[in-house]
């Protein structure tokens, strides 16, 4: 079973604000994935990371940032949020092929 | 252009009854493939997946069927069951060619009926 955590479940926030979804995975996983999902529509690739101090951006363009510090964590982070950030946040982490996905974010921007 | 497709958005089926979920793809790189369920408000929940090396690989009532020439993959889900009613998602990677990113199709909602 895998262990992989996302803080807050559900945010609402204003225009303009700095927001930072948070991800933890206990399974020691060098890879870590970000993913941005609206009702209807597939999961989109927005950031990856096979290691420490290593991301990469994924295949859909974003405005958000994230950092690897450490194996376990893998933060998101949106310096201004807006209307069309709205969206589903997933998070995930690997070991080989599977991916395993965390609860998500549901964020609201008004 | 869409690499994955499902173009069943939604599929509903009789308690006991068999499902088939149907996946299509473009990219003749793809060698590994995925099926993962999501229920509303939670992430992807990985269910089987499949090598190219193989047609069929099976885990209790999911078997997933590979098609290479046609490029087709489907998920056979025997018997249904309420519980399986959620949005299914299929997933592709090309593995062999050093990608380990997953490119996912827009999914197919399963309602079992009882």
């Known amino acids: 079973e895998a262990d992989i955590y996302q803080t807050p479940r559900y945010l609402v926030i204003g225009t303009g604000k700095k927001i930072t979804l948070e991800c933890s995975q206990t399974m020691g996983h060098d890879k870590m994935y970000w993913y941005q999902q609206d009702p209807g529509m597939e999961l989109h690739l927005i950031h990856y990371s096979y290691g420490v101090n290593s991301t990469e951006k994924g295949d859909l363009s974003s405005e958000s940032t994230v950092s690897r510090i450490r194996t376990e964590h893998f933060p998101l982070t949106l310096e201004s949020a807006r209307p069309s950030h709205t969206s589903q946040y997933l998070c995930a982490s690997s070991a080989y092929y599977e991916q395993y996905f965390g609860p998500g974010t549901r964020l609201t921007v008004t | 252009d869409q690499q994955v497709k499902q173009n069943s958005p939604s599929l509903s089926v009789q308690e006991g009854r068999i499902s088939i979920l149907n996946c299509d793809y473009t990219?003749?790189?793809?060698?590994?493939f995925l099926w993962y369920k999501k229920y509303p408000a939670e992430g992807p929940t990985f269910l089987i997946s499949i090598s190219s090396i193989k047609d069929k690989n099976e885990d209790g009532r999911f078997t997933v069927f590979l098609n290479k020439s046609a490029k087709h993959l489907s998920l056979h889900i025997v018997p249904s069951q309420p519980g399986d009613s959620a949005v299914y998602f299929c997933a592709a990677s090309a593995m062999q060619g050093g990608s380990e990113k997953l490119v996912f199709g827009k999914g197919t909602k399963l309602t079992v009926n009882p």
């Open positions: 990219n003749s790189m793809f060698d590994y």
